[in-house]
């Protein structure tokens, strides 16, 4: 069966401070990956998703990266965190071979940039 | 552009009551439509989904929801209700394109609310 890690569960950084969230999936192969934020109250915004290997569509101009080095791997960066980074983020991945494929989500990081 | 409406920013009903929680999808094509709960502090778990076919779908834990597509509506119900369904619940509709990230359209939630 297919499995979503995240890490960390929790982060609390300093403004100015760099960022580095991981996603790893197992037990599929060239999914589609997908990094979300969920502010209080907000909803769930798409961040960026990748289709492949080095391949990122990012949804919402802001300071944060995200790159795909390898197949099931997805990460999300930011060289300097503002105080509006602070939020939910969830990763998810979907089949990519199948046309709507429902998005099954990570447990999410919890980030406070103070 | 797709949207997602989810009227009820918060709704409280008593257990064993039955639950019915709103979206309504503005789409120009066969929407696919999700349904999506989240416990406090976890990710998304798919409820149920619509692409075709029957316009009643039924879900994990007792859940169903169904399409209306002269309402452009996707109603998500459950008979009776369970302490343990207190959580937030997402709609959700997709693109319906392939390679485009099979990027879904969230509605801001609905906080259900369960009184003993």
């Known amino acids: 069966s297919q499995t979503i890690h995240q890490w960390p569960a929790t982060l609390v950084q300093p403004v100015g401070s760099p960022l580095s969230l991981e996603c790893t999936v197992e037990?599929?192969?060239?999914?589609?990956l997908y990094w979300y934020r969920q502010a209080a109250g907000r909803g769930l915004q798409l961040l960026f998703y990748?289709?492949?290997?080095?391949?990122i569509s990012s949804e919402v101009p802001q300071n944060l990266s995200a790159s795909r080095p390898q197949d099931r791997q997805f990460i999300l960066s930011s060289k300097k965190l503002l105080l509006s980074d602070s939020g939910f983020y969830l990763c998810?991945?979907?089949?990519?071979?199948?046309?709507?494929?429902?998005?099954?989500f990570g447990n999410g990081t919890r980030l406070t940039v103070t | 552009a797709q949207s997602v409406t989810q009227p009820d920013i918060h709704i409280t009903v008593s257990e064993g009551a039955s639950l019915e929680l709103r979206c309504n999808y503005s789409y120009g094509a066969t929407p696919y439509l999700f349904w999506y709960v989240q416990s406090p502090g976890q990710g998304l778990q798919l409820l149920l989904k619509y692409f075709s076919g029957d316009t009643l779908v039924q879900g994990i834990k007792g859940f169903e929801a169904e399409f209306k597509r002269s309402q452009s509506s996707f109603n998500l119900r459950k008979p009776s209700v369970h302490w343990s369904d207190a959580a937030e619940y997402f709609c959700a509709v997709g693109a319906g394109i392939y390679n485009q990230g099979g990027k879904l359209i969230f509605g801001q939630g609905t906080e259900l609310s369960v009184k003993p």
């Open positions: 998810a991945w979907s089949y990519r071979d199948r046309k709507n494929s429902p998005l099954h």
């Open positions: 037990g599929t192969s060239n999914p589609n």
């Open positions: 990748s289709v492949g290997i080095g391949q």
